[in-house]
Each structure stands twice: as C-alpha cells, then as structure tokens.
C-alpha cells in the first residue's frame, strides 16, 4: 500500500501497519528463507485508490520463487500482462463475482493452472471492491461456482479474522474443502505453529502467512518443519 509493505486488520486499510518501507525486501527475506511462493497484494489497486506496479514488476522480475498477485485484476488484459511480465498466478477478486464470463475466457486462453480466484467472506457472505462491500452470496455457493469455470485455486480469507492473530477460520475452511474439489489455500487469522498444523489437517493445499512471520511469533523455517511433520 503506497509503496509499502504492510499488513491490514480485517481489511481495513485505516488500520495498517508498516513492516517494510520497500516491499521488495520482505519478498527477498521471504525467498531467501526457503518460500516456494510470494502471496502480493496491491491493495491501493483492490481498493481502488491507486496502484503500486513498480513494486509489483521488481518483485516478480527480481526474484527466482514463484509470485502469484492479487488486487485489483479485474480485466483479462491485466492478468495477461501481469502473467508476461513473470507471475506465476493472477488472482481475481471482485471481477470473479461480477463477471464470471472473464474468468471463463481467463482460464481457457492462460490455463487453470495460472487463474486463481479469491473468496473473502464475512459473516459468511463474499465481500467486494477491497473487502469494503458485501454481496448477498453466501461464501460456499461462490466457491461452487468458480469451481463450474474450472479455476485451479480459490484462495479463501476470513476477513473478521485477518491480520489479527486470532488464529484462522477452521471450520469455515472445512466446509469449503467439502464443498468443492478445487484446491483450496487459506489465508487469515494464522498465529501459531499450531494453527498452521490445525489448517493442513483441514485438506487444504497451502497457507498465507502474513503478519505472524512479520510479528516474529515463529520463523518460516519453523513453519515448513511443523507441516513436514503432518
């Protein structure tokens, strides 16, 4: 956000924190701990209040791990140009719920492999535009229907839960792996080395950690040997 690297609570951008002044070196601390992949935001593009490209770009093209990026792809054309320019994955948020045509035409021309969408749910209802809206589709039934545009991820927040160490949405989580055969990476409310265990034991296929390692309350070192031990 602004050129910076920072964690949200909840979503609201009115209550962020500052870890990094340069995104960039959270993403090299990251790689150079042993992260097969960068979860990034642009959150002022999610929000609409701007975009933070130039992060964006020196990440992807500075880095040899894996970038998928989120915030604010809302037309074929830029998940297309954020694919040439390197990401691994795009993710398309508020443009997934109101056109889900696009993700059709997404997922045919780049592959599913490389078209994720995210679900961030509050009160159990799919939530819009940065997570400042609320649809009237209940968390599971969008799931469903990405899963009929044959997506190859949904990355899934508990918005209540995010950025606030209060560990992640358990059940909610459950359900969706129930629900659906797409793979599922959960994102929000993660805290402890606990949590994490608790989460793969879920099904689901990954983890978004954000302000447990910036807190330092384990490494990601630590991370990878609680999971190899599931």
Sequence with gaps: MQGKCVRLVRGDPAKSKVYFDDPFEAARLFEDQGAECIHLIDLDAALGT?????????????????????????????????????????????????????????????????IAVAIDEREDKATLHGWKDQSEMNYLDSARMFEKSSVGTIIFTSVSVDGT????????????????????????????????????????VGTVIGTALY????????????????
Excluded: Y
């Design 50 to 114: 701007g975009q933070n490209m130039n992060s964006v770009r020196k990440i992807i093209t500075g880095l040899k791990v894996e970038v998928e990026v989120g915030g604010g792809v809302r037309t074929f054309e830029k998940a297309q140009s954020l694919l040439e320019l390197g990401a691994s994955r795009v993710i398309f948020g508020t443009a997934a719920l109101q056109d889900p045509a696009l993700i059709e035409h997404a997922v045919c021309s780049c592959g599913s492999e490389r």
């Design 165 to 204: 160490l209060n560990g992640p949405s358990v059940e909610k989580i459950i359900n969706l792996v129930k629900t659906v055969k797409v793979p599922i990476v959960a994102s929000g409310g993660v805290s402890s080395l606990d949590d994490l265990v608790a989460l793969a034991r879920t099904g689901a």
């Design 215 to 230: 807190e330092r309350k384990f490494t990601l070192e630590q991370a990878l040997e609680a999971i190899e031990k599931c």
